[in-house]
């Protein structure tokens, strides 16, 4: 049974960081393209925004509004998932997931409909 644990979300200050981690098993974590996404208060589920992904051959994307800010890695022996994330603002205050996909990471990966596991998610709130 694949399962996805998202941790380490909490209440930062503006320019404060936080580092979130997500649990992976039941799955090829190796071999799975893996993604990080967040929902705004007021959104729906396939408003979810992509942040960033990390492909089986350690390519990593993101999206343009958290370049130079956000960073995402793995750490194969604890097969956990992170998202480093620096210079926090309000507006990234939202509920974080992070996705999986067995396989190579296709085109449309950030898209919320690409990924069919997800964790149930952990609260950042950053205040001003």
């Known amino acids: 049974q694949v399962e996805l644990v998202e941790s380490g979300g909490g209440s930062v200050q503006a320019g404060g960081s936080l580092r979130l981690s997500c649990g992976v098993s039941g799955f090829m974590y190796r071999s799975s393209c893996m993604g990080w996404f967040r929902q705004a208060p007021g959104q729906e589920r396939e408003e979810r925004e992509a942040?960033?992904?990390?492909?089986?051959?350690?390519?990593?994307q993101y999206a343009d509004f958290v370049k130079g800010r956000f960073t995402i890695s793995k750490d194969d022996a604890k097969n956990t998932l992170y998202l480093q994330m620096n210079s926090l603002k309000p507006e990234d205050t939202a509920m974080y997931y992070c996705a999986a996909d067995k396989g190579a990471c296709g085109p449309y990966w950030y898209q919320t409909n690409y990924f069919p596991y997800w964790g149930p998610g952990t609260q950042v709130t950053v205040s001003s």
């Open positions: 942040l960033a992904s990390l492909d089986t051959d350690g390519r990593i």
